[in-house]
């Protein structure tokens, strides 16, 4: 990769067993995992390209486990997106996204981090226990792109990864406007006071 290319740092957070692992797999190598070890963390590499425009994405897949919270944390720092995921079946998961999302805007120190929310399992809807209306409500509430997923089925996968990008982009460019708009005063502000006559 050269210093011209775009690349980004991907989290992926929430609950142990709530299929992240099998997210990402799915999303580098089309397919579905049915047995996956528990994961503790890891990291994966891939060039896309969306909107016409190449991206490598380093995809960091966390533990679930509450004993891994520092690692966490770590990546949580370094992290440039989020996926927050949980599972329809699981309300423990679910209640989880709230401090999840908690966590990151404190960490990162911003009100509105980029980030989206997943509701993975999203074929098994005999089993649903998380609705649909709970998790479009939270995801309104924080302004959060909301997907239904399925590693299983390979419901909304490309997409919700495609939209973490997108995500990330408009969030740079917001900075980036926002840090051009200070300089500009600031630049503004020192030639007022260059151009002061002083009477003595």
């Known amino acids: 990769m050269t210093d011209n290319e ?25 397919r579905f995992v049915q047995d996956y070890d528990p994961t503790v963390e890891e990291s994966y590499s891939k060039m896309v390209i ?10 960091i897949d966390t533990a679930g486990q509450d004993e ?7 990546y949580i720092r370094s992290g440039e997106g989020f996926i927050l995921v949980f599972s329809v079946t699981s309300r423990s998961s679910w209640n989880k996204i709230s401090e999840i999302y ?10 509105s981090p980029p980030a989206i929310l997943l509701a993975n399992k999203s074929d ?9 209306d709970e998790g479009e409500e939270f995801s309104k509430k924080y302004n959060l792109n909301y997907f239904e997923t399925s590693a299983k089925a390979g419901i909304n996968i ?3 990864f495609e939209e973490i990008v997108r995500v990330i982009r408009d969030y740079k460019r917001t900075i980036k406007k926002k840090e051009e708009r200070k300089k500009k005063r600031d630049q503004d502000q020192d030639s007022d006071k260059s151009g002061c006559c002083q009477i003595l």
């Open 6 to 30: 775009e690349k980004h740092s991907i989290v992926l957070l929430g609950s142990g067993s709530v299929g992240k692992s099998c997210l990402v797999i799915h999303f580098l190598q089309n």
């Open 68 to 74: 891994y919270t520092t690692t966490r944390d770590k």
């Open 124 to 132: 098994l809807e005999n089993d649903r226990i998380v609705t649909r």
């Open 102 to 111: 908690t966590k990151i805007r404190r960490i990162k120190e911003v009100e």
């Open 50 to 59: 969306i909107d016409n425009k190449p991206a490598v994405l380093e995809l």
């Open 158 to 160: 490309k997409s919700s």
